[in-house]
């Protein structure tokens, strides 16, 4: 169990110490965070090529963050990652069958 947590936290820790020499401030360290799996989600997104509302996405993470309830019901949330699901390998089928 411990090793996960590691797992986990490593990489936030080496992401949050390259923006700026040894980024003692919590807000340097969190915007870091923030903005690495903001690109990553980029990333990942444009390799799918599948649009998405940054506004929601932020919506969804803050109410996660604070612990607040969720918009969607739980079966709605799991509808919508399937729904995205498929839509990225369609894209990937697409993409390979050029």
Known sequence: MKFKKTLILAPLAIIALSSSAFADDTSDMSYSVGYSMGKNLQGQLQ???ISIDN??????LTDGIKGQDAKLSQDDMRKAMIDLQNQAMAAANKAQAK
């Open 55 to 60: 506004k929601e996405i932020v919506s969804g």
């Open 47 to 49: 390799d799918s090529n």
